[in-house]
C-alpha cells in the first residue's frame, strides 16, 4: 500500500515563501504523476501542481510563484511556493497517480496524503 506524508507547511506572512515535501513508502513512485492540490476553508479541493514523465503542470493562479520537484532517488515530490498570498491559505495535498502525462483531475490520482496545513497572514 503506497503512503504519502507532507510536511513543511506552517504560518508565513504575506510575501513570504514556504517549501512543502511529499515522502512516498510501499513503492517506488518514479515512473508515477505526483501533484499537490488544496482545498481552502469552505471551498473545493483545487488542483495547484503536477509533475511526470511527460512534464510539469500548473493552476493558473499560482504559475510564476509555485514550483514542483521531485526526488526520485528520495521517492520525495516538492512545492517551493514564493509570493505567497492570503488567498494561498489552504490544506495542502500530495496525490500520486499511475499516468504518464501530468493531470489537473483529482480523479487522475489514486494515493492521496493527509495533508498539511498553510496559512498565509496579510
Known amino acids: 500500500q503506497v503512503q504519502l506524508v507532507e510536511s513543511g507547511g506552517g504560518l508565513v506572512q504575506a510575501g513570504g515563501s514556504l517549501s512543502l515535501s511529499c515522502a512516498a513508502s510501499?513503492?517506488?513512485?518514479?515512473?508515477?504523476?505526483m501533484a499537490w492540490f488544496r482545498q481552502g476553508p469552505g471551498e473545493d479541493r483545487e488542483f495547484v501542481a503536477a509533475?511526470?514523465?511527460?512534464?510539469?503542470l500548473y493552476a493558473d493562479s499560482v504559475k510564476g510563484r509555485f514550483t514542483i520537484s521531485r526526488d526520485n532517488a528520495r521517492n520525495t515530490v516538492f512545492l517551493r511556493m514564493n509570493s505567497l498570498k492570503p488567498e494561498d491559505t489552504a490544506v495542502y495535498y500530495c496525490?500520486?497517480?499511475?499516468?504518464?502525462?501530468?493531470?489537473?483531475?483529482?480523479?487522475?490520482?489514486?494515493?492521496w496524503g493527509q495533508g498539511t496545513q498553510v496559512t498565509v497572514s496579510s
Open positions: 496525490a500520486a497517480g499511475n499516468t504518464y502525462y501530468p493531470r489537473r483531475t483529482d480523479g487522475q490520482y489514486n494515493y
Open positions: 509533475i511526470s514523465r511527460g512534464g510539469t
Open positions: 510501499g513503492r517506488t513512485l518514479s515512473d508515477w504523476a
